[in-house]
Every structure is written in structure tokens, then in C-alpha cells.
């Protein structure tokens, strides 16, 4: 069972979630009966269906005990926390078990057994793990480096001190997805995506339903020109979660217009880049001026493909009096006068 659901590469996994808290497998002739709690490790209840159009058919009732299902997770998170970081002291052992992630959650379902049921134990050890342990289990030395990790990354202090500190938090607790997203994300402020793109594909093999990581994995492939189909699927499905969510939106949008952008479509890649800058700017002190400048070099590049030079022009100089010394500054420099400026 652990190993089928570990194995699984689409982020899903069917539950019947009776009333006595037992849980069962989901077979094919009981899915239209039953009542379904598609408990997968996404937070985002659509998520199932994004990725699988066949589960457009899941009803009010259906969609609803997943929350259910969530709930009744959540309730059991103390104990379990008490459980894995204090009784099985799960910092200390994560290491010892390198890349065998089946012993490593067959054990966790061993130690949780007496609080979720013998039933329960498996799925919901499946669960914790593709959420990431980290978030139930920071403790010691772990706790003290991701607070010291929040605010460095929070203040965007993008610099080599806060690699290595995500450096040593990977150490202590090798699937934290958090922070191989954060390296990612620092490695991409310096437009290094050869250096960004394993720790994206790491998060997102831990954590497959997150926006925010099928986005700025979907971006690198752009910017690296791989996989622009495997991109845009990316994107798209982010951009879909994101739409309530006002930064995520704006970065998306951004994305996908780059991608358009790197595809030749430069009158849609213009639409969509355009939306994105008109939502950042205003918000530029809360985002972030570098977000802001990013957005803003993507569409000066789009307006100089379509020779709207004025346009272009006036972007440029709104980059450079946003911060004349940033990377973005420098790249937009170069955008009038050199025609083979390329990168994003």
C-alpha cells in the first residue's frame, strides 16, 4: 500500500472515509456510491480534478468530505506532532535513512498506528510525508534554522549565508520542499536556472500540487528553453489555483505571458504581461521592487519584438529608476542596442 501510493505520479489518492474514521481504498464499481474523500496531499480541494479531467463528475457531497477529511486530519496533528518529533524523534533519525523512503514511511505508519488506527495508519503516513514532515516535525536545531530561514527569505536576504542555512536545514531534513524551493528561488533571483531547476524538481516530486512550485518550475523550463509543453502545463494549472490569491495571479500571469512570449505569440504574451505588470506595480512595496522589475523587463522585451520602441524605451527607464544596480537593470540596458538579448 505505502509503496503503490509513494509511487503514484499523479497527486491523488481516493478514500472512502466511513463514519467510524476507518479508511479503504477507493475501487472503480464503488466510486459513483461511495463517499469519497479525495484526501491527496494537496491542500487545494480541485486539485484531483485539474489533473484529471475524469473527476469533473465529483459532486457537492464528494468535494465536501474531502474537507472532511482534512478536518479530521488536522484534528490529530498534536498528538501525532508529540508522536513523530518528540516520542520517535524524527530529526535525528531522517538522515539514517538516505533515499529509502518506503522504510521511512512504513516506520512513521508503525509509530502513528495507536493514534489514527491500524486502518489509518498507512494513508495517513503516506500523507504527512507528501506534505512534508517538516511542517509537523520541526524541532531542536531544525526549529531554530527555519525560523532563522523565514525571516532571511521574508527580508530577501538572497545572498550565500541563506543558501547554506537552507543548505543545512536539506541536512537535517533532506524532503523539506520549503526550502529546496527557497534555494530555487534565490538561484533564479541571480538568473542562475541551471542552479535553480534541481531544487524546483525536488519540491515538486515531494510536494506535486503546490502553485507556487509548478509555476517557477514551469518558468525555468521557459527561460532554459526545455520542455515548453511540460511548461505550460505547469503554469496553465498553476495560474487555475492561483486566481483567488492576488500575488500568485500576478506572478503566474507573468509566467505564462513569458512563455508565450518564448513561443512567438508576442501579441497574447504582450496581454498577459501586461495584466501582471498593472497588478504588481501598485503593490511594488509589499511584493517587492525585484518582482516588479522582472515584470517589467519581460515586457519591454515583448514591446521591442513588436517594435514598440517608445513603450520600450519608457519601460527601461522605469526599471532603472526602481534600482539602477539591480540585475534587471542591467539586462534591460541592453535591450535597445542588442538585438540577441534573449534571456529571462
Same mark, same amino acid.
Given at each position: 500500500?505505502?509503496?503503490?501510493?509513494?509511487?503514484?505520479?499523479?497527486?491523488?489518492?481516493?478514500?472512502?472515509?466511513?463514519?467510524?474514521?476507518?479508511?479503504?481504498?477507493?475501487?472503480?464499481?464503488?466510486?459513483?456510491?461511495?463517499?469519497?474523500?479525495?484526501?491527496?496531499?494537496?491542500?487545494?480541494?480541485?486539485?484531483?480534478?485539474?489533473?484529471?479531467?475524469?473527476?469533473?463528475?465529483?459532486?457537492?457531497?464528494?468535494?465536501?468530505?474531502?474537507?472532511?477529511?482534512?478536518?479530521?486530519?488536522?484534528?490529530?496533528?498534536?498528538?501525532?506532532?508529540?508522536?513523530?518529533?518528540?516520542?520517535?524523534?524524527?530529526?535525528?533519525?531522517?538522515?539514517?535513512?538516505?533515499?529509502?523512503?518506503?522504510?521511512?514511511?512504513?516506520?512513521?505508519?508503525?509509530?502513528?498506528? #495507536?493514534?489514527?488506527?491500524?486502518?489509518?495508519? &498507512?494513508?495517513?503516513?503516506? +500523507? %504527512?510525508? @507528501?506534505? !512534508?514532515? *517538516?511542517?509537523?516535525?520541526?524541532?531542536?536545531?531544525?526549529?531554530?534554522?527555519?525560523?532563522?530561514?523565514?525571516?532571511?527569505?521574508?527580508?530577501?536576504?538572497?545572498?550565500?549565508?541563506?543558501?547554506?542555512?537552507?543548505?543545512?536545514?536539506?541536512?537535517?531534513?533532506?524532503?523539506?520542499?520549503?526550502?529546496?524551493?527557497?534555494?530555487?528561488?534565490?538561484?533564479?533571483?541571480?538568473?542562475?536556472?541551471?542552479?535553480?531547476?534541481?531544487?524546483?524538481?525536488?519540491?515538486?516530486?515531494?510536494?506535486?500540487?503546490?502553485?507556487?512550485?509548478?509555476?517557477?518550475?514551469?518558468?525555468?523550463?521557459?527561460?532554459?528553453?526545455?520542455?515548453?509543453?511540460?511548461?505550460?502545463?505547469?503554469?496553465?494549472?498553476?495560474?487555475?489555483?492561483?486566481?483567488?490569491? #492576488?500575488?500568485?495571479?500576478?506572478?503566474?500571469? &507573468?509566467?505564462?505571458?513569458? +512563455? %508565450?512570449? @518564448?513561443? !512567438?505569440? *508576442?501579441?497574447?504574451?504582450?496581454?498577459?504581461?501586461?495584466?501582471?505588470?498593472?497588478?504588481?506595480?501598485?503593490?511594488?512595496?509589499?511584493?517587492?521592487?525585484?518582482?516588479?522589475?522582472?515584470?517589467?523587463?519581460?515586457?519591454?522585451?515583448?514591446?521591442?519584438?513588436?517594435?514598440?520602441?517608445?513603450?520600450?524605451?519608457?519601460?527601461?527607464?522605469?526599471?532603472?529608476?526602481?534600482?539602477?544596480?539591480?540585475?534587471?537593470?542591467?539586462?534591460?540596458?541592453?535591450?535597445?542596442?542588442?538585438?540577441?538579448?534573449?534571456?529571462?
Amino acid at each position: 500500500m505505502i509503496s503503490d501510493c509513494l509511487k503514484m505520479r499523479k497527486a491523488r489518492l481516493y478514500l472512502k472515509l466511513g463514519q467510524d474514521d476507518t479508511v479503504n481504498p477507493i475501487v472503480e464499481e464503488d466510486k459513483s456510491a461511495a463517499k469519497i474523500a479525495a484526501c491527496s496531499w494537496s491542500r487545494v480541494p480541485e486539485f484531483g480534478r485539474l489533473i484529471d479531467p475524469d473527476l469533473e463528475s465529483m459532486g457537492q457531497e464528494e468535494r465536501q468530505s474531502w474537507s472532511s477529511g482534512q478536518r479530521w486530519l488536522s484534528q490529530k496533528r498534536p498528538e501525532l506532532k508529540r508522536i513523530i518529533c518528540e516520542q520517535w524523534d524524527y530529526c535525528a533519525k531522517r538522515t539514517s535513512y538516505g533515499n529509502d523512503v518506503e522504510r521511512l514511511v512504513q516506520d512513521i505508519s508503525t509509530q502513528i498506528q #495507536p493514534v489514527v488506527g491500524e486502518n489509518l495508519a &498507512d494513508i495517513v503516513a503516506v +500523507l %504527512l510525508y @507528501k506534505e !512534508g514532515l *517538516f511542517s509537523l516535525c520541526e524541532c531542536g536545531d531544525l526549529k531554530k534554522l527555519m525560523d532563522e530561514a523565514r525571516v532571511a527569505f521574508r527580508q530577501r536576504r538572497f545572498d550565500d549565508n541563506t543558501l547554506r542555512l537552507f543548505a543545512r536545514i536539506i541536512e537535517h531534513d533532506p524532503d523539506n520542499h520549503w526550502a529546496h524551493w527557497c534555494q530555487g528561488v534565490i538561484y533564479d533571483s541571480r538568473c542562475l536556472y541551471e542552479k535553480s531547476l534541481p531544487h524546483y524538481e525536488k519540491a515538486i516530486a515531494i510536494m506535486p500540487s503546490e502553485a507556487r512550485y509548478l509555476n517557477n518550475l514551469g518558468y525555468v523550463y521557459v527561460n532554459l528553453k526545455r520542455n515548453l509543453d511540460t511548461a505550460q502545463e505547469y503554469i496553465s494549472l498553476a495560474l487555475h489555483m492561483s486566481m483567488n490569491y #492576488p500575488y500568485g495571479k500576478a506572478v503566474c500571469l &507573468d509566467s505564462y505571458g513569458w +512563455l %508565450l512570449f @518564448k513561443r !512567438g505569440k *508576442f501579441e497574447d504574451a504582450l496581454k498577459y504581461i501586461l495584466d501582471s505588470s498593472e497588478m504588481v506595480r501598485p503593490k511594488k512595496g509589499e511584493w517587492g521592487i525585484d518582482l516588479l522589475q522582472e515584470t517589467l523587463y519581460h515586457l519591454a522585451f515583448v514591446n521591442r519584438e513588436l517594435n514598440n520602441k517608445d513603450k520600450c524605451q519608457e519601460t527601461v527607464n522605469e526599471i532603472k529608476m526602481l534600482n539602477s544596480s539591480s540585475i534587471w537593470s542591467k539586462k534591460a540596458e541592453k535591450l535597445l542596442n542588442n538585438r540577441d538579448e534573449v534571456t529571462g
